[in-house]
């Protein structure tokens, strides 16, 4: 099994992009991944997406992007898996060159969920339908369910997942490319609109525009390029039940913590070795669950580590440096691979203002639905 | 929800029909093919039971269209008594009132209706105790 490398990657601004269609932003990412790479062609590719079907009517889009790159014949599919589409495409493209099938391989994802679709309804179709949706609840439902175990098991303060929504806006703020770029206070998430309780508004990710893209190769194949690539240590994956009220516990997401563990055990490392995270925040209480998850600070004490600034750029393990998708924005199938292009950056010492000083090993931890699903990477400098 | 789907889900949410796995003994809610706990394939039918406790709760303030009438509504996990977990709107109560730990029964109540041409869709719902 070959060693892979990610030699280019590349992204779109993350927001409401009124005035590009599905296929152009896939393909503006693209193009930047390509042109970072300095390669001359691919070899095969995967396109992460939840539903380009209900958001545009659009699907088979592995042979859409294809075509728009004017790359067919190349073997091209979609991944799904809700909101870790692309985190999961990207484990199929390091198999692919891992195994020696293929030489270069580009892993994208993208989103086009502002064209008129009713948003709330697709999201809706990564929890069980007959036995959640049809019940009337909704996705921030189910994380305020979460939420509210959560706080009553562990003491977590409503102060405490506002501080998750404070943080990445402050570093959202400082990313070119994120759809808010401006802070907020305490006070302002605490008393923002209630969208299900006890969460507000500012305690939910956005609906958004966006696509990002990377480009695999063998670690040797790397070095012929000549470009600052960064390679993958580890990949875990692991699913949990799909509705949250058959989970062991409705305050662990064990996807999470499997994932986690497996990509740690393939990287050889421990969670204390990790220097910056980008991890799925589609609510602030997500944040918090997985941190502990990922073994960064204890069971029940992910409110508190994160008040106290364990999370922070200067923190003991920087979370979420883009601005998570929070502040960033969450185009669901383009998060996994923007979260690897945040981390590859970061490794690269290209962060700008967001730069994690001597940051040598990333993780990127992306997740599906209410937690049904989880993939994490580990990258380091090569 | 197209009407032979809605048609197959009758059992579970007008009656609460259950299986119990023979071999392990799991409940599960629905029924399924294969036993999640053992892997068996048989099992016996039952009920859940129609009593509960509350392990968490929240208030929908934006709701998907089918339910948009309704806001606000409470939405509670409930643990019926016999160990299966469900999603359940929890009614006639302020949603104030809900606390975890606190006692439900499951009742039979209208859930929404598919628009101006669909179907009524009917199933359980809960009420404090």
């Known amino acids: 099994m070959r060693e892979v490398a990610v030699v280019g990657c590349g992204m779109t601004k993350f927001g409401e992009l009124w005035e590009k269609s599905l296929r152009d932003i896939f393909v503006e990412a693209a193009l ?46 979609r991944v799904e898996s809700a909101c870790c589409s692309s985190g999961m495409a990207l484990r199929l493209g390091l198999f692919e060159i891992s195994s020696g099938y293929s030489d270069i391989v580009l892993v994208g994802g993208v989103e086009k969920m502002n064209d008129g679709a009713d948003a709330t309804y697709a999201l809706a179709t990564a929890a069980d339908q007959e036995y959640e949706v049809y019940q009337g609840v909704t996705f921030p439902g189910l994380y305020a369910l979460i939420a509210r175990a959560h706080m009553h098991r562990y003491g977590t303060t409503r102060e405490q997942l506002a501080a998750v929504s404070v943080k990445n806006h402050h570093n959202g703020a400082m990313n070119p490319n994120a ?56 990949s875990g994956a692991a699913t949990d039940t799909l509705a949250l009220h058959n989970r062991e516990d409705i305050t662990t997401l064990k996807a999470v913590k499997l994932s986690g563990k497996a990509a740690y055990k393939m990287a050889g490392i421990k969670p204390s070795d990790i220097d910056v995270a980008e991890v799925h925040d589609c609510f602030s209480i997500a944040e918090i669950c997985i941190i502990e998850e990922l073994g960064f600070t204890q069971k029940g004490k992910g409110g508190p ?54 940051a040598k090993i990333g993780l990127t931890q992306n997740m599906g639905g209410s937690g049904g699903s989880s993939v994490v990477h580990i990258f380091t400098t090569t | ?114 628009g101006h041409t669909g179907i009524i869709c009917y199933g359980y719902k809960a009420v404090l105790v």
């Open chain 1, 305 to 358: 580590f994160t008040e106290q600034g364990n999370t922070a750029l200067e923190g003991k393990i920087p979370v979420n440096p883009s601005g998570g998708l929070k502040s960033k924005g969450h185009p669901v199938g383009a998060t996994g691979i923007a979260q690897v292009v945040e981390v590859v950056e970061q490794l690269r010492g290209n962060a700008g203002k967001r730069q994690v000083k001597n």
């Open chain 2, 1 to 114: 929800m197209p009407s032979p789907g809605y048609r197959r889900e009758m059992p579970q949410r007008y009656r609460l029909e259950a299986a119990r796995c023979k071999k392990c003994g799991k409940l599960f809610f629905p029924p399924r093919l294969v036993c999640a706990g053992c892997g068996s394939k048989e099992f016996d039918k039952t009920k859940l039971s129609e009593t509960g406790t509350i392990l968490s709760h929240t208030v929908i303030r934006v709701a998907p269209a089918d339910f948009a009438t309704q806001v606000p509504y409470a939405i509670a996990i409930v643990e019926s008594d016999n160990g299966v977990r469900l999603t359940t709107q929890v009614v006639d109560c302020k949603p104030e009132d809900l606390e975890i730990g606190k006692k439900v029964k499951f009742i039979f109540r209208k859930l929404y209706e598919e």
């Open chain 1, 179 to 234: 759809q808010f770029q401006r802070e907020v206070t305490l006070e302002q998430v605490m008393n923002a609109t209630l969208v299900a309780d006890p969460l507000t508004v500012l305690d939910s990710s956005p609906v958004s525009d966006g696509a990002a893209c990377v480009v695999l190769t063998s670690v040797d194949f790397a070095k012929q390029l000549k470009v600052p690539s960064v390679k993958i240590l580890g």
């Open chain 1, 32 to 77: 930047k991944a390509i042109d970072d790479a300095g390669v001359d062609h691919i070899d095969s590719m995967y396109v992460g997406a939840m539903t380009p079907g209900l958001f545009v009517g659009q699907e088979h889009i592995g042979v859409l992007m294809a075509d728009y790159l004017g790359m067919a014949p190349i073997p091209a599919m």
